[in-house]
């Protein structure tokens, strides 16, 4: 590795880079298997037997899952040395960790496109430690077992390098995110026989990931981005930072609940779940004060226009997904009808974009041009077709949201709310909804062409000096 990147602080920043690089690769594949699926919404027997629905859209929502596993580990190797003001522990083991993630995940998605699910599970001796077949966390046990082997290794690398140097509140809260984020996922392990307990469990890892802990790894990521680009004081960041992540957690745990409607739980949730996910809205929404706060505040013109664009955008989008969207259908008596209904999808779709893809490149957008070489900004020409990349992904993201809105109010409207009887059969509610599926396309095929705007931003050649290039 360089020592000669003058744009890193700490040579050892730039094991970032593949984990961004390769983030960005499954970014594109997600996408492509969305398209797929959009595909087969509105024209049934698109590419089957080829490629199933099932199969597309777990495809879909595992490499969702798996590039923004990258894209946080891309940015812990960044961050933590920085903050740490140390190398990290061990460049090496990072790397390493790297390809065993990659050949595994790709290993993984093969996996699903030619082996049959139930002959996966087989192959994979899943009748071991039967642990398949639940949404996000259909992989194999083995490879499960991978991820543990990757995050235990992740942690231990950045833990180390946080133990031996700085601890500001911007490492710990990432430090403690991540940790959760292993922690919870030790659930996926645990399969009870009884669907009830099965579901309980499943939130714990899917539920406590998105509202829980990795709100405190996208918070930190913003802070660590909004305090380079804005030059305000770390005080002032690290208040904001608290009081973030305070509320997330107080409303998040509890608000687990909201899932907890309908599978067979105590009836307290009803209430528990209503009251707490109800406030879930207020750590988004003190992100989007924050953003702003800082920019108005900031004590430098930062050269990085795109950074701070995904900054601000990454907050205001997630507000609208995660609080507003999720606002939306998060109490009981109105969950009752929209329960697993478009309108939820309406709402992991901007949700999960907005916070955490967002974030994701708002830390890829600040980190790159250093990791490349070009120094704290792109140029004018490749930040403008960023800046296209942003737009044309967000815009498209806030239309595929709508479209689904709308189909999920027909939906509700024909087939949940009639009296049993009076009700429409889900096909032919299906049938009803077929142009707003064709608009959720086409809306689809825009954020393609934003994301290939976003990556040909990246054109712009690296300018690292001579010696860097030839030992880089
Ligand atoms: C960034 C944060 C969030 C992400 C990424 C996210 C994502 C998701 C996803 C993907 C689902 C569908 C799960 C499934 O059944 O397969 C879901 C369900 C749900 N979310 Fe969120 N969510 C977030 C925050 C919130 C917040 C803050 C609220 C409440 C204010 C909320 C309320 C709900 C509710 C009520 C459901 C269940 C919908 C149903 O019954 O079908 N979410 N969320
Ligand atoms: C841009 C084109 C995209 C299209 C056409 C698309 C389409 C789809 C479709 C058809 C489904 C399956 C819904 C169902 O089961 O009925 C799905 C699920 C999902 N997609 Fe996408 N998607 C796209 C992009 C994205 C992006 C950018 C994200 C997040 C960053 C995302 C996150 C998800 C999630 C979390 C689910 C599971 C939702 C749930 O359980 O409710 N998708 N997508
Ligand atoms: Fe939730």
Redesign the pocket.
């Known amino acids: 590795m360089s020592l000669t990147n003058p744009h890193l602080k700490f040579a050892s920043q730039a094991v970032a880079k593949p984990y961004f690089v390769f983030a960005l690769m499954l970014?594109v594949g997600?996408?492509l298997f969305?398209?797929i699926?959009?595909l087969?919404?509105v024209v049934g027997d698109f590419l089957f037997p080829l490629i199933p629905?099932n199969v597309a859209?777990m495809v879909?929502?595992n490499l969702?899952i798996v590039w923004?596993l990258f894209g946080f580990m891309g940015a812990a190797y960044y961050l933590i040395p920085e903050e740490a003001d140390r190398e990290l522990h061990s460049p090496k083991l990072a790397l390493l960790l790297f390809w065993v993630f990659a050949i595994a995940g790709v290993l993984t998605i093969l996996g699903y496109l030619l082996v049959p699910y139930a002959g996966l599970a087989k192959l994979t001796g899943n009748e071991l430690l039967p642990t398949m077949g639940r949404?996000?966390l259909e992989q194999p046990t083995i490879t499960k077992a991978g991820i543990v082997v990757v995050a235990l290794g992740f942690l231990y690398n950045i833990g180390m390098t946080l133990l031996k140097g700085r601890k500001t509140a911007i490492s710990m809260v990432m430090m403690t995110g991540l940790i959760g984020l292993a922690v919870f996922f030790l659930f996926s392990f645990y399969n009870p026989e009884n669907l009830a307990r099965d579901k309980y469990y499943w939130w714990w890892v899917v539920h406590l990931w998105v509202e829980g802990v990795w709100e405190l790894i996208m918070g930190s990521m913003l802070a660590f981005v909004l305090i380079k680009i804005t030059g305000v004081d770390r005080e002032v960041i690290e208040k904001w930072l608290y009081v973030i992540i305070a509320m997330a957690l107080i409303t998040g745990i509890i608000g687990t609940g909201h899932h907890f409607f309908w599978i067979g739980a105590p009836g307290v949730w009803l209430w528990l779940g209503s009251i707490f996910s109800a406030m879930e809205p207020l750590p988004f929404f003190a992100m989007v004060l924050f953003a702003f706060n800082m920019v108005n505040r900031r004590r430098r013109e930062h050269p990085n226009r795109a950074a701070a664009l995904w900054a601000i955008g990454t907050t205001v989008t997630a507000f609208l997904g995660a609080g507003v969207w999720g606002f939306l259908h998060t109490l009981a008596p109105v969950n009752y009808y929209t329960h697993?209904s478009?309108i939820?999808?309406a709402?992991?779709?901007l949700a999960?974009?907005g916070a955490?893809?967002m974030i994701v490149m708002t830390m890829i957008s600040y980190a790159m041009p250093r990791l490349r070489g070009i120094g704290e900004a792109p140029d004018a020409r490749a930040q403008t077709v960023e800046v296209w990349g942003f737009w044309l992904?967000t815009l498209?993201?806030m239309a595929?949201t709508l479209f689904l809105t709308a189909a999920g109010v027909v939906q509700v409207w024909l087939q949940r709310l009639p009296a049993d009887g009076a009700a429409m059969s889900f096909m032919n509610t299906m049938d009803q909804l077929a142009v707003f599926f064709w608009l959720?396309?086409v809306?689809?095929?825009l954020?393609?062409i934003g994301l290939g705007c976003y990556l040909f931003s990246f054109r712009q050649r690296g300018r690292l000096p001579v010696a860097a290039a030839v030992t880089a």
Request: net charge positive.
């Open positions: 970014f997600q996408i969305g398209l699926m959009g087969q919404y629905f859209r879909h929502t969702l923004l949404e996000f697993g478009q939820t999808a709402h992991g779709h999960f974009y955490y893809a992904m498209s993201m595929i959720r396309l809306a689809g095929v954020f393609f």
